[in-house]
Nanobody
Framework: QLQLVESGGGLVQPGGSLRLSCAAS????????IGWFRQAPGKEREGVSC????????NYADSVKGRFTISRDNAKNTVYLQMNSLKPEDTAVYYC???????????????WGQGTQVTVSS
């Protein structure tokens, strides 16, 4: 079964950190650009960050620049999103997505993960 599986979400206090992981099952991520998206209650889904298949190109939403870092380890078939200095407004379900041989940002997504909840609250 071809799928993406996110992990690493949870409850964290403002100012804290979390690292999300996006692991591929049934296929290799080597040739896929990977994006992280999030959706808060009552809001539309928004793009958070994206990394090219080589890892040489990344981009970030203005709201997370300087706080979040996307990276990939193709040997582990996994992409990460390191989230620091978390704010209550970062609370959302975070999804990863993959698009074959594409630049960032993603446009015609091939695979979506099921999502992981991130809650930032004191």
């Amino acid at each position: 079964q071809l799928q993406l599986v996110e992990s690493g979400g949870g409850l964290v206090q403002p100012g804290g950190s979390l690292r999300l992981s996006c692991a591929a099952s049934g296929f290799t991520l080597d040739y896929y650009a990977i994006g992280w998206f999030r959706q808060a209650p009552g809001k539309e889904r928004e793009g958070v960050s994206c990394i090219s298949s080589s890892g040489g190109s990344t981009n970030y939403a203005d709201s997370v620049k300087g706080r979040f870092t996307i990276s990939r380890d193709n040997a582990k078939n996994t992409v990460y999103l390191q989230m620091n200095s978390l704010k209550p407004e970062d609370t959302a379900v975070y999804y990863c997505a993959a698009e074959l041989a594409a630049p960032c940002p993603l446009d015609l997504i091939d695979y979506w993960g099921q999502g992981t909840q991130v809650t930032v609250s004191s």
